[in-house]
C-alpha cells in the first residue's frame, strides 16, 4: 500500500518568508509526527497528533512554527518568518497507535527546506 | 531526557565482511528502533525490539536487546554495497516520540 507522502520534496525560499510543508500519512495511521533533521542536530521531535486528542508540541523550537491536522488526516507544518537556521530535512511520520504500546513509526521521504 | 549514543560514527568496511553497530542508552529501553536512511530519502524501518535478550533477523540483518534492555546491537553479515546508508537507533521516550542517536555512517567498497 501507499507509504507516507511529503510535499513538496525540496523547498528554497528567502529569510523571511513563510512555508509551509505537507504530510499526507498512511491511511488508517491515527498518529502523526513530525521531526526535524539537520547537520549536527541530529534527528529532533517537533510535535505529534494523536486521533481528536490535543496535539504535543513540547518540541516545536519557536512559536514561528505551527502545524494542524485537518480530519485527522493530512498535516500542514507551517514555519513563519523562516530563518536561515530553520534550513533543514523535515519528516513526517505516521504509525497506528495503542495506549500504553509502541507502534512503529513509518517515515515519509521528508522536505528539504533551504532558506537562504 | 533519555539520550542513545551510537558506536561507531562511520564506518567503512569492505564488501563481503561481517561488521556491528551498536546503540547504547542512558536509560532502560522500553521500545528500540533500527531505521536505515539513504542520502535524500527518508527513514526506512528495519526492526524493532522490546523484550531483554530479544533477537530479531531480517535477511542478512540481526539486532539484539541486552537482557538489561540499556544497549543494542546491529549486525550485517556478508555486507553488500546495497547495504550502505546512514544506520539510525531510535527509543520511545514516552509520549509516543522518539529519540534518536546520531546515526552510524556506514560505507561498504566492492
Known amino acids: 500500500g501507499a507509504g507516507v507522502s511529503q510535499s513538496p520534496s525540496n523547498k528554497v525560499t528567502e529569510k523571511g518568508k513563510d512555508v509551509e510543508l505537507r504530510c499526507d500519512p498512511i491511511?488508517?495511521?491515527?498518529?502523526l509526527y513530525w521531526y526535524r533533521q539537520s547537520l549536527g542536530q541530529g534527528l529532533e521531535f517537533l510535535i505529534y497528533f494523536q486521533g481528536n486528542s490535543a496535539p504535543d508540541k513540547s518540541g516545536l523550537p519557536s512559536d514561528r512554527f505551527s502545524a494542524e491536522r485537518t480530519g485527522g488526516s493530512v498535516s500542514t507544518l507551517t514555519i513563519q518568518r523562516t530563518q536561515q537556521e530553520d534550513s533543514a530535512v523535515y519528516l513526517c511520520?505516521?504509525?497506528?497507535?495503542?495506549?500504553?504500546?509502541?507502534?512503529?513509526?513509518?517515515f515519509g521521504p521528508g522536505t528539504r527546506l533551504l532558506v537562504l | 531526557s533519555q539520550e542513545l549514543e551510537q558506536s561507531p560514527q562511520s564506518l567503512i568496511v569492505q564488501e563481503g565482511k561481517n561488521l556491528t553497530i551498536n546503540c547504547t542508552s542512558s536509560?532502560?529501553?522500553?521500545?528500540l528502533y533500527w531505521y536505515k536512511q539513504k542520502y535524500g530519502e527518508g527513514l526506512i524501518f528495519l526492526m524493532m525490539l522490546q523484550k531483554g535478550g530479544e533477537e530479531k533477523s531480517h535477511e542478512k540483518i540481526t539486532a539484539k536487546l541486552d537482557e538489561k534492555k540499556q544497549q543494542s546491537s546491529l549486525h550485517i553479515t556478508a555486507s553488500q554495497p546495497s547495504h550502505a546508508g546512514i544506520y539510525l537507533c531510535?527509543?520511545?521516550?514516552?509520549?509516543?516520540?522518539?529519540?534518536f542517536g546520531e546515526g552510524t555512517q556506514l560505507t561498504v567498497n566492492p
Open positions: 536509560k532502560t529501553l522500553y521500545g
Open positions: 531510535g527509543a520511545d521516550s514516552g509520549g509516543s516520540r522518539l529519540t
Open positions: 491511511s488508517g495511521h491515527t498518529a
Open positions: 511520520a505516521s504509525s497506528l497507535w495503542r495506549r500504553g504500546l509502541g507502534e512503529t513509526q513509518y
